[in-house]
């Protein structure tokens, strides 16, 4: 599995345990009175206390990725050299992996663009649930999920877009 492929399945996977882990938070706080429809305080609490803590998880999850990914690739190049492979070799193989040529950048934007439209919808949802009448409590969350969503479809649209090329 190529560089770029492993690192979107961590990304996607890591947004959709914080999610997950969001959801079920919203959900427990609300059926224990401290979320409630008209009191949207404590919601913007929670969802300003989840954005910390996915840049926190993020940043911590890409810097053990990149040290896993290193090691494996350490190990699959000392393996085939039999035992026999120095620093600089290997450090010249983990930059090769890591590289982002034309094409990568290409499905870069794509992806993105994706993502984008996803967010979009999201939003353009939110507004037609506010004015529906639906509570805020509701619209808010409608914006925030949709944000998530729009990152994890971005992931599977990168993998596609790596797996079948441009």
Do not use: W
Not at 98 to 111: F, P, Q, R
């Amino acid at each position: 599995m190529t560089y770029q492929i492993s690192r979107t399945i961590t990304r996607i996977l890591t947004g959709a345990v914080l999610l997950t882990v969001y959801l079920f938070q919203v959900y427990n706080r609300y059926q224990a009175g401290i979320l409630s429809m008209d009191k949207i305080q404590s919601l913007a609490q929670l969802m300003l206390l989840f954005l910390g803590i996915g840049i926190v998880v993020t940043i911590a999850v890409e810097i053990v990725f990149h040290i896993l990914f290193s090691i494996g690739v350490a190990m699959k190049e000392t393996i085939k050299k039999e035992g026999d492979c120095d620093d600089k070799e290997i450090g010249r193989t983990i930059k090769q992996e890591m590289v982002e040529d034309e094409m990568a950048k290409l499905i870069d934007l794509k992806s993105l663009k994706i993502g984008y439209a996803i967010s979009s919808i999201g939003f353009v949802s939110s507004l037609i649930s506010l004015a529906l009448g639906h509570p805020v409590f509701i619209t808010v969350n409608i914006l925030f999920v949709s944000l998530f969503i729009a990152g994890i479809l971005e992931g599977f649209a990168r993998i596609y877009y790596y797996k079948r090329g441009i």
